[in-house]
Structures are given as structure tokens and as C-alpha cells.
């Protein structure tokens, strides 16, 4: 239980909770150069609250990303401005572009597509 206590404390996912903290998150990202991924959410959704733990332990594997967690009922505006249909849905997101978008609770596949993303932004970085 004390490990569990001490992931909570850690927690890298940002929860979005506004479209004006959702804007300044994504233009701080984009000045930064920081690639960003985006879980869009449903308090109701099962398969989205199961993704949570992988996302979450997706946030402390790879420091350099900015993860966040947007609730779809909350920010219904974000949520229709990125074209969001179904949850859970995963954007990845490079320089304020969406490069890559995962619909569905894939664990395996998540995984894949950000070591792929991660890859792909370490030879954009030494070409």
C-alpha cells in the first residue's frame, strides 16, 4: 500500500481542467519543443479508467513527455476541437500537430506507440 501511496504522490499526468489550462499546456508544450500525449477520457468509461494505471506508469517511463488527462464531459470543447469520438482516445502530439492517435484501451499497443513516438523524436533530434 505504501508504494501505491508513493505513486500518487509522484503522478506526472496533468488532469486538464479548464480550455484555458488545456491552451496553456499545449503552447508551453509547443515553445518547448516537449512532445505531449493526451488520454481523453470518461468518469463512466471502464476501459478508459483501466488505461489510467498504464498511463500513469507510461508518465514516470519517459520524463521528456507531457502526459495528460483530459475528461471528455468536463472539456467537451477541447473534446470536439481535437475531433474526439470515442474514450478512451490517445493523441500524441508533437510541435501543437497530432502525429499519432490511438482509439481504444490497448495496453501493448500504447506501449508500442510511444516507444515508436519517443524514437521517432530522438532522430528528428540528431538529424
Known amino acids: 500500500m505504501e508504494g501505491h501511496q508513493e505513486l500518487l504522490k509522484k503522478s506526472r499526468v496533468v488532469k486538464v481542467d479548464s480550455k484555458k489550462s488545456w491552451d496553456f499546456l499545449a ?11 493526451v488520454h481523453f477520457t470518461a468518469s463512466w468509461c471502464m476501459p478508459s479508467l483501466a488505461m489510467n494505471p ?16 483530459v475528461d471528455v464531459d468536463e472539456l467537451k470543447v477541447v473534446a470536439s476541437q481535437m475531433e474526439i469520438k470515442a474514450m478512451p482516445t490517445f493523441l500524441l502530439m508533437k ?8 482509439v481504444g484501451a490497448n495496453p501493448d499497443e500504447m506501449r508500442k ?4 513516438f519517443v524514437y521517432s523524436i530522438g532522430s528528428d533530434k540528431t538529424s
Open 27 to 37: 503552447t508551453q508544450a509547443t515553445n518547448q519543443g516537449s512532445p505531449v500525449v
Open 54 to 69: 498504464i498511463f500513469e506508469e507510461l508518465a514516470l517511463s519517459y520524463q521528456d513527455i507531457l502526459f495528460l488527462l
Open 95 to 102: 510541435e501543437g500537430t497530432t502525429v499519432d492517435k490511438l
Open 113 to 116: 506507440r510511444i516507444s515508436d
